[in-house]
């Protein structure tokens, strides 16, 4: 059975850097071409903030996202990471990994998801 797990959430102040990591264990099927990392603060809709594809390496971020933070993965590890540098009070929020496969920055399009790892960003 496919389990994904993040951890490396916490506590940082505005402009500080956390790096995330997501460690799968089982079989992800072969077809599932997204590894996303997601998003979601209370009373929000969950967001996609960026993914990678496990064919080439190519990393797609949301505008958000994007020129702070970078998705990388290992797959000799079986782990995917998102270093996320100049932190903002908005980037708060439960940082989920999932794994899919269809139009990447689509949460329908991904099956297995992790627990979550709470990001908190404030002075």
């Known amino acids: 059975q496919v389990q994904l797990v993040e951890s490396g959430g916490g506590s940082v102040q505005p402009g500080g850097s956390l790096r995330l990591s997501c460690t799968v264990s089982g079989n992800i099927p072969p077809s599932y071409g997204c590894m996303g990392w997601f998003r979601q603060a209370p009373g929000k809709e969950r967001a996609w903030v960026a993914n990678?594809?496990?064919?080439?390496?190519?990393?797609h971020y949301s505008d958000s996202v994007k020129g702070r933070f970078t998705i990388s993965q290992d797959k000799h590890k079986n782990m995917m990471f998102l270093q996320m540098d100049s932190l903002k009070p908005e980037d708060t929020a439960m940082y989920y990994c999932?794994?899919?496969?269809?139009?990447?920055?689509?949460?329908?399009?991904?099956?297995?998801w992790g627990q979550g790892t709470q990001v908190t960003v404030s002075s």
């Open positions: 990678i594809l496990t064919t080439h390496d190519s990393a």
């Open positions: 999932a794994a899919g496969r269809g139009w990447c920055p689509d949460a329908q399009t991904y099956n297995y």
